[in-house]
């Protein structure tokens, strides 16, 4: 299985401020994605990358963007940050077995 | 475009009950479809999935589900509840012939009552 790495579980930041959200697979994988989890709306996607370098708007890139210099890294980045971006943020990895592994997640308060 | 619909955000069985939690997609190609399970304060892991091969699909824990053309439904049951099966189950669909382009729906979380 893939162990993904969310370095956060908890982050609380400032409207306005520009937050990071890193992303860490342990294998050699090329699909990685961006999903935020609302109660109520599910997931949905925001962007992902299936190689380095290279990345692609999902349902809802607006207000956001991401970096891939590594394959293992996958960073997701909130260029200035608002309240309506408060949510929880899950990074997920496509591996062997046709499956989607996730990482634990990221709950962002954004005040 | 692809999309689920999950009908009952919430449902809630007694132990040793049947469980059923509906999902409906939209495709305009053979979908791949899935169903992923998240416990409390955890993240998403994969319940099952159908890929064109057998209609019934058997995966962890007990749970199964149905493709049905006919119907666009995929539908998740197990036959007897078990209170560590509280958590929230998403069902999602995928266009692309690899699968990992996912769309998910909006969730439906099941309570076990002892």
Not at chain 2, 13 to 28: I, K, T
Request: hydrophobic residues 35%; proline residues 3%; aromatic residues 12%.
């Amino acid at each position: 299985d893939v162990k993904v790495t969310q370095s956060s579980r908890y982050l609380v930041k400032r409207t306005g401020e520009k937050v990071f959200l890193e992303c860490v697979q342990d294998m050699d994988h090329e699909n990685m994605f961006w999903y935020r989890q609302d109660p109520g709306l599910g997931l949905r996607l925001i962007y992902f990358s299936y190689d380095v370098k290279m990345k692609e708007k999902g349902d809802i890139p607006e207000g956001y963007s991401v970096s891939r210099e590594k394959k293992e890294r996958f960073s997701l980045i909130l260029e200035s940050a608002s309240t309506n971006q408060t949510s929880m943020y899950l990074c997920a990895v496509w591996g062997v077995n046709e499956k989607l592994f996730f990482g634990s997640g990221t709950q962002l308060s954004v005040l | 475009a692809q999309s689920v619909t999950q009908l009952g955000s919430h449902v809630s069985v007694s132990e040793g009950a049947l469980v059923l939690l509906r999902c409906n997609y939209s495709s305009s190609v053979p979908p791949y479809l899935f169903w992923y399970v998240q416990y409390p304060n955890q993240g998403l892991q994969l319940l099952l999935k159908y890929t064109s091969a057998a209609t019934l699909v058997k995966g962890i824990n007990g749970f199964e589900a149905e493709f049905k053309k006919s119907e666009t439904s995929f539908h998740l049951t197990k036959p007897s509840a078990h209170m560590s099966d509280a958590a929230e189950y998403f069902c999602a669909v995928s266009e692309r012939s690899s699968g990992d382009k996912l769309t998910f729906g909006t969730g439906t979380r099941l309570a076990v009552r002892p």
